[in-house]
């Protein structure tokens, strides 16, 4: 089990753009691309991570736009593994 | 411009698992994998034929399930395009 993030953290996410999400202990993002292709091409990239880490996102695609939802399940709400995917897909953005 | 569909295609639609989305002229549907991989490979083969026919989801992923919504936003409605990129779907399916 990995313990839920601290207060600084949590900061740091949302200075990146992260928010929190009404009613959940989770994160949210809207990344905006230039296409369809660029917008598929991260969640893409962005798959293989998080397939090689076991920690998957929720997330939604609409033409050039990518809504991504973090929280870990198991743990009940933010922890460690949503701060790496976030700043995983930052890089990646 | 295409026409949108007739009542026809639509059962056909219904026939096959899909459904009529309340307060909007779409259709969806929710397909279950076996795991991330399987469903991230099935929105991988089904965003090329969508950037192929320039006609693109709105889909959401979730670990092993992804919810498709098809809708022709400049037609403001179900069309054949929508048709076809359902059918499509449901054979990579």
Redesign the interface.
Same mark, same amino acid.
């Given at each position: 089990m990995t313990d839920k993030i601290s207060e600084e953290e949590l900061a740091s996410l949302l200075a990146n753009g992260w928010q929190k999400v009404d009613g959940r202990d989770a994160i949210t993002k809207t990344y905006v691309f230039s296409n369809? $292709?660029d917008a598929?091409g991260f969640?893409?990239r962005a798959?293989l991570w998080?397939?090689k880490w076991n920690h998957?996102?929720?997330?939604?695609? $609409?033409?050039k736009t990518v809504e991504v939802t973090l929280t870990s399940h198991d743990a009940g709400g933010v922890t460690d593994r949503d701060v790496k995917l976030a700043s995983k897909m930052d890089t990646l953005f």
């Open positions: 369809f $292709v598929f969640m893409t798959a998080a397939e998957h996102p929720e997330w939604t695609n $609409v033409y």
